[in-house]
């Protein structure tokens, strides 16, 4: 495997855990929104990753994660009696996000240590490249 395509590797990596970044922030920030642009609370966002390690046993492919898409989480969420709250139901009822914090957070510690593992990864290939090219002068 040459330097470029470790970068690459841990290039999409980064990209990956960027974005798991992104929405695990963006369903703590929504954790209490009661009415979204619908109307209807908000929903978890989580991604669907593809791994396309099948297509790097070819000469001219290269191993990779890639985020597929972005899928609202379809669990309902926490019902919570609240009369004067003004999205209750008739009932008095509100319907909160299905996002629990905890599972944000921890979602978030993961991400980031995994964007940190590419990061390394692409500075110790930076640093192999570096000394490689210094033995050859």
Avoid: C, W
Wanted: glycine fraction near 8%; proline fraction near 7%.
């Amino acid at each position: 495997m040459d330097f470029f395509k470790a970068m690459q590797i841990s290039g999409s990596g980064l990209s990956v855990e960027r974005t798991r970044v992104n929405l695990a922030t963006s369903n703590l920030a929504n954790a209490e929104s009661t009415r979204g642009p619908d109307g209807q609370p908000y929903k978890r966002l989580d991604p669907v990753l593809r791994s396309n390690f099948d297509n790097a046993l070819a000469a001219e492919g290269t191993a990779s994660v890639t985020v597929e898409k972005i899928v609202a989480d379809p669990s309902p969420g926490k019902r919570v009696y609240s009369p004067g709250h003004p999205d209750a139901d008739g009932d008095g009822f509100v319907t909160l996000p299905n996002v629990n914090p905890i599972h944000e957070v921890v979602n978030l510690m993961s991400a980031s240590r995994g964007y940190e593992a590419n990061a390394t990864a692409m500075d110790t290939l930076k640093t192999m490249a570096t000394r490689a090219l210094e033995i050859g002068k």
